[in-house]
Structures are given as C-alpha cells and as structure tokens.
C-alpha cells in the first residue's frame, strides 16, 4: 500500500538529510550469462542497494532466472492479492541483494591485510561479514595463553571462594537475584560472574511452556569462575563436552547437541538433563567482571578508527557445545574474537527477514524450583512476566535453521539461504548489525569442553540501511498474511541448507 512507502520515505527524511545523489552504472548477468544493465543511485547500505535494484530492474527481474529460484508473476497474477504481491517483490528484493552484494560464502582475509578504509569500504558500508584470520594465538599456543589455570587465576583473584563457589546473596530460590556485583571482594570472596543457566542450552528461544509458546529467558546467578568449572566437570553442562578446535566444519551442524531429538522440541521438562551453564551475561561483562582479563585482550586497533568511537560493550563466552544461541538480529556492528574451539555462525542477511516468521509472543523467565538452585541440576519452571508490564510480550524469530525446519508450518522459509560460517580460533568474524544469526559452538576438553570468546559491540549508524529495514520489517508483516507459497518458484517442501561454508582449516 501508498502508505506503506510513503512511511518508508518519511522515515529515511527524517533520518537523513537531502543531498545530491550520484548516479552510477551497474552491470550484472543472470543464471543465464544474459547481461543486465540498470542504474542504481550510490546509497550505501545493503538494504538500501537491493531495494534500489529492484526498483530500477523490475522488468528484467520479472523475466531473468537468478540463482536460489525466483518469481512466477503469471501465477501471482492470477491470486488478485495484495499480500502475494507484496511477497513476490519481497522475495525479488532477496534474489537481487544475492546477485548485487550477499556473499555466496564468507570470505577469510588476513587481518594484516586490513585497514580503516578498507574495512569501511569492502565491509561495513556493504554491510557484509567477513572473517579475519591471524588475529590472535591457535593451537599450543593459545592453549597456554588461555588455559583454565590461568583464565581462573586472572579471574578469581581476591579472597578464597566457599565450597561451591555460587554466590549466596540473592534469592535464588523461587527467583532470581537482584544483587549488586561489585567484584571487589567484599562479599568474603573472589569475584563474582554473571552465568546464565537453562535445562537445555537454548536460552532467550521460544519455547512450548504450559502457558503456550513462551519467549524464555535464562535463569541468570553469581558464581566464581572456578564455580562455573566445576559445573561443568560434575555434568552440568547438558552433555556437551566437545571436540578441538582446527575440525572442518561440515555444512550443517549435525553433530552439534542442539540437534539431538530431545533437545529442540522446546518443551519445558525440568530435570530431564543436567542444566546448561554459560558465560554469557550482556552487560560487558569482560570489562565490568572480568577486568584483569579485559586488559589482556586487545581490540582491534582498526575497528575503533573505522567507527570513530569505543565499543559500547565488551563480552565475554565461555560455555558448552549443547549451549547454542537462538536465531536473532543485533542493533551493533559487531567483531567477534574466537579464543579457544570454534564457533559455528548460521547467517542470514536482513532482506531474508519475510522468510524467517518473526513471531510476537508472550515472555517468561526460567526460575530454579525451591531447593535446586544450588544443585548440579537444579529444576526449572517457567514464570510468565505479568501482562500489562514492559517486556511482556516479544518478537522473536521462530525457526530453528540448525534443526530443521517444519515447511508445512513454515511455509516461506523454503526461500531463505543460510549462510554457515565456522570461525576457528585465533580469527575473528565480523558480523554486520541487522544480520540474523544462530550460534553453536565447539569446545577443547582442556577447558572442560568449552569454547572460549570475546565480542565488541560498537553502535550502529541509524542511517538509509536502518530505514529501508523497517520498510522490509513493515511489508513482512503484510506478506505474512499469506504464507502458502502459491505462484513461488521452489515451493516444494524442502529444507533450505546452509549454501556455503566460509571455512579454512586451523593450524
């Protein structure tokens, strides 16, 4: 609808100023080698390039075959809906940012090879990832760089810890705790961490709860490092210990826990596993808990002369392979170091948006049952934030890329095209704000089966590609409204893989 565009228009007004647009030259080919020739504005930004080629190359849009499929019009003719109309442009506009600048496979580029422009140039003004490799220690190296003997020497290094090393100030029982952590010993102890603790290692996912489909966060407590290794050790890390970094990853994370039959249907079965502990708190925490540590490791000196500014937080991982991160969008760019194993990225561009059914669902909390909470394997159950309250509801991507994906339920992912990544230690991955992504991970048994990371996040610009999102954000809805695939090329019921694996093998 007008209305719709002119919102868009209105948005991008008030978002940046007017000026003087260039006019350039664009040449592409089709499937067929056929030549295609339009003229594109010079915009910056992902988003705002695709939707610029669509608007310019309609025509030959409408008659070229791209690769991943395309559009029937003449079928869609035929539907008189407005809604099917939409999902056809939409599904145009995600061929042509494929042909014009998503990556068919994430590129590996030498870290030393990189400077500030070149960085802002080839990547972030592309929006488009890429993985720097030599960044840091691989191997024997950064075994002894980042071992468990020192990464808890360097953590846990005021006082002596309690027999369990959990912190007991804070209602852990039957809620969470609202204590403050000021990691200065004062609480008779070495400093505190922030852990985030599931039944399963899905935490911030939509789960099937007995209040219907839920957004569930993680249950979040205080412990010592040498804690947190202790849980692992003892079980309680769901199963997932882990082989070394330096494996080829193989497409698809078949071998990753979070691919076991009982590990994604999402229901809420409290001890049926041992619970899952990671290091994963957002809030910095390797600057605010960790400081020690966050003077050992170095951002990369390019990054801050490229976005003129410190990152707004950094952040420490460290947990489990059957710890995985759901299917999510950031609003930061974000440079994200692999110290110890290997992280496995499932990526989708933001044009992928209508195919990934972001779904606005009520929100809960996992809290440990009374007298659990300090056990090895404490229950959980799931508390819905009171309606009416902010944080009540929440939107959140529905499908789970890593497990399969029901197309009977979910019709329109059959158009999407993830992109899987493994980044191995020592190399660090840049990963565009708005990109969509799902993160597993392997673990080396030194660290008890852990993966060890740390992530920058630094601000996003607000600018022609943040405008041009919520246009996309704004139709999906619209298109949402019919989902059965009707006059799409592709429509059988298929499960889209991964299309490449940006990938090298680690020394």
């Known amino acids: 609808p007008s209305w719709l565009f002119l919102g868009g228009w209105v948005g991008a007004r008030a978002l940046i100023p007017p000026r003087a647009v260039d006019l350039s030259s ?88 990189i400077d500030p422009a070149t960085f802002l140039r080839e990547y972030v003004q592309l929006n488009r990832p890429v993985v720097f490799d030599n960044v840091g220690p691989r191997g024997h190296e950064a075994a002894e760089t980042w071992s468990k003997t020192r990464l808890i020497a360097a953590v846990d ?21 609202d204590s403050v952590n000021t990691n200065d010993g004062t609480h008779g102890g070495p400093p505190l961490v922030s852990i985030e603790v599931t039944p399963d290692g899905r935490g911030d996912a939509i789960k099937s709860t ?56 999402g229901d809420v079965a409290p001890g049926r596993q041992p619970a899952v502990y990671y290091l994963s708190h957002q809030n910095s925490n390797l600057s605010e808990q960790m400081p020690t540590l966050f003077t050992e490791i170095n951002e990369l000196a390019f990054a801050r002369a490229a976005f003129a500014a410190p990152p707004d937080a950094v952040n420490m991982w460290l947990g489990p392979a059957a710890a995985v991160t759901s299917l999510h969008k950031d609003h930061y760019e974000n440079l994200y170091l692999v110290l110890r194993g290997a992280k496995v990225f499932t990526l989708f561009p933001p044009t992928e948006l209508p195919f990934l059914y972001e779904t606005t669902v009520r929100s809960g909390k996992y809290v440990p049952r009374e007298g659990t909470a300090d056990s090895g394997s404490p229950q959980f159950d799931v508390v819905p934030v009171p309606e009416g309250e902010i944080g009540a509801t929440r939107p959140w991507i529905a499908v789970n890329p890593d497990a399969g994906v029901d197309l009977n339920t979910h019709p329109l992912y059959r158009h999407a095209q993830p992109i899987s990544v493994t980044v191995h230690e020592g190399q660090a991955l840049y990963l565009p704000s708005l990109w969509y992504h799902q993160v597993a991970q392997r673990g080396v048994p030194d660290l008890d089966g852990c993966c060890l990371a740390v992530n920058w996040w630094y601000d996003m610009q607000f600018g022609p590609q943040y405008t041009y999102f919520k246009l996309v954000e704004r139709l999906a809805r619209l298109a949402s409204q019919r989902t059965d695939g009707a006059g799409v090329e592709g429509s059988a019921a298929s499960v889209s893989t991964p299309t490449t694996v940006g990938d090298i093998p680690a020394s």
């Open 210 to 265: 007995p209040h219907g489909p839920m957004f569930v966060e993680p249950w979040s407590t205080e412990m010592t490092l040498a804690g947190f290794f202790d849980r692992q050790r003892d079980g309680g890390d769901g199963g997932g210990g882990g082989g070394g970094a330096g494996q080829a990853s193989a497409g698809r994370h078949s071998a990753l826990p979070s691919d076991r039959p009982d590990a994604d249907d």
């Open 26 to 113: 664009f040449q592409g080919s089709t499937e067929l080698g056929e030549p295609t020739q339009c003229t594109i504005s010079s915009h910056s930004g992902a988003l705002g390039a695709a939707l610029q080629h669509y608007t310019a190359c309609s025509s030959r849009l409408d008659s070229a075959r791209f690769p991943y499929g395309g559009v029937d019009r003449g079928a869609m003719a035929s539907a008189d809906d407005q809604s099917t109309e939409i999902l056809a442009s939409l599904i145009e506009l995600a061929v042509g940012a494929r042909e014009l600048h998503v990556p068919r496979r994430v590129a590996v580029v030498d870290v030393n090879s």
């Open 157 to 177: 290094c005021c006082g002596a810890r309690d027999g369990t090393g959990v912190s007991h100030h804070g209602g852990h029982d039957g809620g969470t705790t």
